[in-house]
């Protein structure tokens, strides 16, 4: 083709046609504009047809993380209600009487509140996203600035739920516990505190636990309460306690709300 060009041009010059020499001329860069034109058009719309297909793939793998952890928000907040259920009424109960009803169901009860669940952001998608600078691939700055403050709120209330269990629970409320009042460890095997996480133990294991719900340790633990002392140090520790439970569901119960709305976002978006 190209020397097919070569020739006309050629031809022309040697007739002495300047005039259509230059038209010509002029009509072949025309027409080599128009293919670099074309050639770019081509390639930009296969390049955003990629990163659409990229985007979208991305947003599908978001969607499929926020789903999951939509359940684990809901996990966590069973989790939570069951401390808060636990603790109300020892504590109604000592704002009446101002004293401890020690009995099976109170030593049931400690045990309950000695358990502590971890908390886990479901982000790697959004990490990935993070860390291979693709985030501006979202193209929608709405729905990119929502993914952002989401996560950010995810990492706060994963970072605060799981200090309060490791400084709260595990540093200081189950060792004090431990030394302070009998616990009935039974009820801590309850399907429902746990939300089907224990489902997969033996019967004849989860079953099969000694309880211990001995008088002589629930005498131990009267005389222990009424030391002032360890008498303060329970009730400030089973409120505390019900206290930061109220937190966790309330900072979940927002992020479950939030959650929803954006899971509606993408599939609307589908």
């Given at each position: 083709?190209?020397?097919?060009?070569?020739?006309?041009?050629?031809?022309?010059?040697?007739?002495g046609?300047?005039?259509?020499?230059?038209?010509?001329?002029?009509?072949?860069?025309v027409?080599?504009?128009i293919?670099?034109?074309?050639?770019?058009?081509?390639?930009?719309w296969?390049?955003n047809?990629?990163?659409h297909?990229?985007?979208?793939?991305?947003?599908s793998?978001?969607?499929r993380?926020?789903?999951?952890?939509l359940?684990?928000?809901?996990q966590q907040?069973?989790?939570?209600?069951e401390?808060?259920?636990?603790?109300?009424?020892i504590?109604?109960?000592y704002?009446?009487?101002?004293?401890?009803?020690v009995?099976?169901?109170f030593?049931?009860?400690?045990?309950?509140?000695t358990?502590?669940m971890?908390?886990?952001?479901?982000?790697?998608t959004y990490?990935?996203?993070?860390s291979?600078?693709?985030?501006?691939?979202?193209?929608?700055?709405?729905l990119?600035n929502?993914?952002i403050?989401?996560y950010?709120?995810?990492?706060?209330?994963?970072?605060?739920?799981?200090k309060n269990n490791?400084?709260?629970?595990?540093?200081?409320?189950?060792?004090?516990?431990?030394?302070?009042?009998?616990?009935?460890?039974?009820?801590?095997?309850e399907?429902?505190?746990?939300?089907?996480?224990?489902s997969?133990?033996?019967?004849?294991?989860?079953?099969?636990?000694?309880?211990?719900?001995?008088?002589?340790?629930?005498?131990?633990?009267?005389?222990?309460?009424?030391?002032?002392?360890?008498?303060?140090?329970m009730?400030?520790?089973v409120n505390?306690?019900?206290?930061?439970?109220?937190?966790?569901?309330?900072l979940?119960?927002k992020?479950?709300?939030?959650?929803?709305?954006?899971?509606?976002?993408?599939?609307?978006?589908?």
């Amino acid at each position: 083709m190209i020397k097919l060009f070569r020739n006309i041009r050629k031809n022309l010059l040697n007739e002495g046609k300047t005039t259509k020499y230059l038209k010509y001329a002029i009509g072949e860069i025309v027409l080599v504009v128009i293919g670099i034109l074309i050639a770019l058009s081509i390639n930009n719309w296969n390049s955003n047809r990629i990163k659409h297909q990229k985007e979208s793939l991305y947003l599908s793998n978001i969607q499929r993380d926020l789903e999951e952890q939509l359940i684990s928000i809901k996990q966590q907040m069973a989790f939570d209600f069951e401390i808060i259920k636990a603790a109300k009424p020892i504590i109604i109960y000592y704002k009446t009487n101002h004293e401890f009803r020690v009995d099976s169901v109170f030593t049931a009860t400690i045990a309950k509140l000695t358990a502590r669940m971890t908390f886990v952001k479901n982000n790697p998608t959004y990490i990935e996203l993070l860390s291979s600078g693709n985030i501006n691939i979202i193209s929608n700055d709405g729905l990119k600035n929502e993914l952002i403050k989401y996560y950010q709120e995810m990492e706060r209330i994963e970072q605060v739920i799981n200090k309060n269990n490791n400084l709260f629970t595990d540093a200081v409320f189950v060792p004090e516990m431990l030394k302070l009042t009998e616990i009935q460890s039974t009820d801590l095997y309850e399907r429902n505190m746990f939300q089907g996480i224990l489902s997969d133990i033996p019967a004849e294991i989860s079953t099969d636990i000694v309880s211990l719900n001995e008088d002589n340790l629930k005498e131990i633990t009267r005389l222990n309460l009424q030391i002032p002392e360890k008498h303060l140090f329970m009730i400030n520790a089973v409120n505390f306690k019900y206290q930061l439970a109220i937190i966790h569901y309330r900072l979940l119960n927002k992020q479950k709300i939030k959650t929803q709305e954006l899971l509606n976002k993408l599939k609307t978006k589908d």
